[in-house]
């Protein structure tokens, strides 16, 4: 009878445990929600549903500043790299999702809002909410964490800062993953972790009875980390080598200026000196792959302040308004050569950027002995140094030679000039041809002149500076009258107005040929030249005689001409056409001196000559003392 009972009593347990077993094989394990679609949807007016399409069991909230929120997901599992989506909400700019832990799982979605606002969040069915609320606490009171697994989670605050520091703490960790080590001082200390993705790595700690000031120093000063601890929040940051790495993941929340500046230097390996000048205001950003250098400048510009080298490795930062006040200062005069003092204080001003640094204040011209005298740092002496060594320049110079040739249309060729390409009609000024300098002109034009097919009227030089104008003229004035009418002096008898007088005066005329010419030389030593060119004459012959008045009448020919030439190379303007009748006879030599023989047997010809007056303008370059520098060419 005991026999059966135990063998019952085994067969009884043998049912149970394959019971058990049948339950452990067939209960469904509980598995992560897997997080696919990345978007919000809408509830209502101001609600953004996190997620619409996952179920949301647990979660983690904390508004971090009004424009910030942080979502943690628990159980949720994310496969992709941490992702920025721009603009996923009308209420949203954009939103950060990333996978933080593995193990439990948890993601985190980071939303920036356009305006700061006030949220709390609700569950709607099986989806997360968050809503606008006018009775949500403001951002800075104590923030309350809405999730079940997080409820015995002590709310009352932390320690401050430096209070934590100092506080002891005994650990002993060997060979364990950084992040497993923060999250238990986080623990231990009520504080907050963010860490960026470089906070990697396996470490051993042995500390007892030690600060937490000294187990953060080893832990991570020591190993190219840095981090940052305001209230409960410890931010931790991997160190590059030098300060052109990159800041890969970088959050400062309500920290003063002073210590995110002094951050910053520690991650650069520089030395920052705080002006006084400076105010230690609160400043919030979030970065990610961010230069280090481009991330001072940034935190430098939107605060309005300036950085002033001391050395290589050393910088001090001021407030705007005391930069110019920075530094020791000296007295410098600069004899300028060429350009004028007030061109470099004119400079100056008309640049904001060089105005800002540079107080023309502090300037003293003497236009007599053409110096500038300035008071200023050793730093803004150099800077107008450098301005005023690119702006001291030689002003170069060209003569302008100017000849004025009468010439047989037909020989115009002998000259290089080809008329069939010009329509040129009769007394038009119009640019007929340029001749390069390796043209022999000077001997073209002797030998037309020994041939009387060619007369030089006129050959002046001129020199002109750079864009400033010269002026030619080659005429002659002829004196015209003219009359100005005024009242006689007459007696107080109001009954007989005075007689008008006229008073015949004279007035100067010009009539010939004027070139205005203004040259601009460029660093290559081509010319460009802007010339007018006027012609004045006296109505029909020279004789004619004048009016009743002694008026003449005068005609006008004008033209305006903008050409790019090089050193030596001439420009021909012409077109003032004149024809002459030439009569020619030819009879026997013995019989011509018979006069009745000589009449009929003489034969005459007539031939028209056509002849043209051609201006020949060629620019020569001098005072070049320089070689042409091939930076300003390339």
């Known amino acids: 009878m005991k026999f059966k009972t135990a063998r019952a009593a085994a067969s009884s347990a043998r049912l149970a445990l394959a019971l058990l077993l049948a339950i452990a ?7 992560s929600e897997k997080l696919s679609e990345l978007k919000l949807g809408m509830q209502g007016a101001n609600g953004i549903v996190l997620f619409p399409d996952h179920e949301t069991k647990e979660f983690g ?3 971090e500043t009004p424009q910030v929120v942080r979502v943690d997901f628990y159980d949720w599992e994310y496969s ?25 799982d948890v993601v985190r979605a980071i939303l920036v809002l356009n305006e700061p606002t006030r949220i709390k969040p609700a569950r709607v069915g099986k989806s997360l909410v968050l809503e606008t609320a006018r009775t949500a606490k403001p951002a800075g009171q104590t923030r309350q964490l809405y999730s079940e697994s997080l409820a015995d989670r002590s709310n009352d605050g932390s320690p401050e800062a430096r209070t934590a520091l100092d506080s002891k703490i005994s650990l002993s960790f060997d060979q364990e993953d950084l992040m497993t080590i923060l999250n238990a001082l986080a623990v231990k200390f009520n504080l907050r972790v963010f860490a960026d993705s470089g906070v990697t790595g396996k470490f051993s700690v042995h500390a007892e009875d030690v600060t937490l000031r000294e187990v953060l120093k080893n832990l991570l000063l020591q190993r190219n ?23 890969r993941e970088l959050l400062f929340r309500d920290l003063g200026l002073k210590d995110a500046l002094q951050t910053l230097s520690k991650m650069m390996n520089v030395n920052l000196i705080i002006h006084e000048s400076v105010e230690d205001k609160k400043v919030n950003f979030y970065v990610e792959n961010l230069n280090l250098d481009e991330l001072l400048d940034l935190l430098i510009q939107t605060n309005d302040l300036v950085k002033k080298p001391h050395n290589d490795n050393t910088f001090v930062i001021l407030a705007r308004e005391s930069a110019n006040d920075f530094g020791k200062k000296q007295f410098r005069t600069f004899k300028l050569v060429n350009a004028a003092p007030g061109e470099v204080s004119s400079l100056i001003k008309s640049s904001k950027s060089l105005s800002e640094k540079i107080n023309t204040e502090n300037f003293s011209i003497n236009e007599r002995i053409n110096t500038l005298s300035v008071y200023d740092t050793i730093e803004n002496l150099n800077l107008l140094a450098s301005i005023i060594d690119s702006i001291d320049e030689k002003v170069k110079q060209a003569v302008i030679e100017v000849k004025l040739v009468e010439i047989n249309r037909g020989s115009l060729k002998e000259l290089g000039i080809k008329l069939d390409n010009y ?39 001129i020199r002109a500076v750079h864009k400033k104008p010269a002026r030619i003229f080659i005429g002659r004035k002829i004196p015209v009258p003219y009359y100005d009418y005024a009242t006689a002096a007459s007696s107080s008898n109001a009954l007989y107005p005075a007689p008008t007088q006229a008073l015949k005066r004279y007035k100067d005329i010009e009539v010939g040929i004027e070139l205005n010419v203004t040259p601009e030389i460029s660093r290559d030593n081509e010319i460009s030249l802007d010339l007018v060119t006027e012609i004045t004459d006296l109505d029909g012959s020279e004789s004619q005689q004048a009016k009743e008045d002694g008026q003449y009448g005068f005609s006008t020919k004008s033209t305006k001409t903008y050409v790019r030439i090089k050193d030596g190379e001439t420009i021909v303007l012409g077109g003032l056409i004149s024809h002459s009748n030439k009569n020619n006879s030819t009879s026997p030599a013995l019989l011509n001196r018979v006069p009745l023989l000589r009449t009929l047997l003489t ?13 020949l303008v060629t620019p020569r370059l001098v005072n070049i003392d320089e070689p042409v520098d091939d930076s300003y060419t390339n």
């Open 25 to 31: 094989l067939f209960t469904p394990a509980f598995a």
């Open 61 to 63: 909230f904390d508004l």
């Open 225 to 247: 980390f840095q981090y940052t601890l305001k209230g409960r929040d410890l931010t931790v940051i991997s160190l590059g080598t030098d300060s052109g790495r990159m800041a």
């Open 80 to 104: 992709g790299t941490s992702t920025i989506i721009p603009a996923p909400h009308p209420l949203v700019k954009f939103m950060r999702v990333s996978q933080v832990s593995s193990n439990p």
């Open 603 to 615: 034969d005459k010809v007539t031939s028209t000559e056509e002849r043209e007056m051609i201006m």
């Open 423 to 461: 329509n040129i009609g009769s007394n038009q000024i119009t640019d007929i041809g340029r001749l390069p300098s390796s043209v022999t002109l000077p001997a073209r034009l002797n030998f037309l002149e020994e041939t009387n097919k060619a007369k030089t009227l006129a050959s002046p030089k």
